[in-house]
């Protein structure tokens, strides 16, 4: 089927947008989770200034998402890099697809920590009881990113 | 997978195609990779949509009625559960995806217009089920926030509003149907024919 010697250039191109998509959308929920919550903080902590450390979990848990990029990003790195001429377009558009799968779940996911957390961390300033349930929600919301990730790296085994 | 020049086109095809004609030669790899991704980040960017909507009525609420916290987070569990969908279908579409690595000779085209069936229908369950998994995603979390907000102010309600939340649930069990329909006649075969 065609000369099974010479790689397909495309290939090379969308598997970098992957690697590209996996970083910079990562980074993007990220930062909108860090930055959403963190106005919460600071507006909390005026009153309430010893509840700033612990209010400071969903901002933990949305520099998290980076990390998962950062992981995906590397990993399929080197997977685009080692592509092998049998089946080079077909790696390509896989790695391009687990690069949107992990940055798309991890911004989707860092919208939601981060309007989760504002709105927690302002509650829970005026009643105790809400901490639980605001962790709880968070972690369903990382967990959104986690899918993500597990689909890109099934992802990034195709051959 | 080297396509070569499927339906072996000449300069003069090239020349004078339409753009109709040109769009067949877009990979079928492409297609099938693209509903993947399609169908997962959709379903998850529904998944936090639904979320985030039922989170702040949930978190605002139970300032005043801490006693709706734990019973409300059955609205976060819905909406959680549409982000599953969107694993679960991924993983059935990349299953299906497979090198094809030889065709019987002469059938160049047959295989090619094969390929590209898979790769069509595999595109497109990936819309229908990431297109219903994010409506369905911001329904159920519209009405979770109505839950809490409701059951802040009248536990009864808490119950029947619970029945159209499981409704609104439904949506994303049908694009998942539909989903795993779609996708069903969608077999890259190692050897195009066996």
């Given amino acids: 089927m065609g000369d099974s010697d010479i790689i397909e250039p495309s290939a090379y191109f969308f598997g970098y947008i992957g690697v590209a998509s996996a970083v910079v959308f990562a980074n993007l929920g990220s930062s909108y989770g860090a930055t959403k919550s963190g106005v919460g903080i600071c507006s909390m902590g005026v009153l309430k200034p010893d509840l700033i450390m612990k209010s400071v979990i969903p901002v933990v848990m949305a520099g998290i998402l980076g990390i998962y990029g950062m992981i995906v990003g590397v990993i399929l790195q080197g997977k685009v890099s080692s592509i092998t001429a049998q089946s080079a377009s077909k790696q390509g558009y896989a790695y391009l697809s687990a690069g949107l799968c992990c940055g798309l779940s991890s911004l989707a996911a860092g919208l939601s920590i981060g309007i989760v957390g504002d709105a927690g961390v302002r509650a829970n300033a005026q009643q105790d009881r809400i901490f639980v349930g605001m962790i709880l929600i968070l972690i369903f919301a990382e967990a959104l990113a986690l899918y993500g990730l597990i689909v890109s790296l099934i992802l990034s085994q195709t051959s | ?194």
């Fill in chain 2, 1 to 194: 997978m080297n396509w070569g020049n499927p339906y072996n086109w000449g300069a003069a095809d090239w020349q004078q195609a339409t753009w109709g004609e040109r769009f067949m030669f877009i990979d079928p790899y492409f297609w099938s990779y693209f509903g993947v991704g399609l169908a997962l980040a959709t379903s998850i960017i529904g998944a936090s949509w639904g979320i985030f909507v039922t989170g702040v009525s949930l978190l605002g609420s139970t300032v005043k009625a801490p006693r709706i916290r734990s019973k409300n987070l059955i609205s976060v569990i819905f909406c959680e559960a549409v982000a599953i969908y969107g694993v679960i279908m991924a993983i059935i579409m990349i299953g299906k995806i497979q090198t094809i690595e030889s065709y019987p000779d002469g059938q160049q085209d047959e295989c090619y217009t094969t390929a590209l069936f898979n790769g069509y229908s595999l595109f497109w369950t990936g819309v229908s089920v990431g297109l219903s998994n994010l409506i369905c995603g911001i329904a159920v979390g519209v009405t979770g926030s109505g839950c809490a907000i409701a059951d802040a102010q009248t536990p009864e309600t808490f119950v029947k509003i619970l029945v159209v939340e499981i409704f609104g649930s439904a949506l994303g069990l049908f694009g998942v149907i539909v989903g795993i329909i779609q996708c069903s006649g969608a077999t890259f075969l190692k050897n195009c024919t066996s």
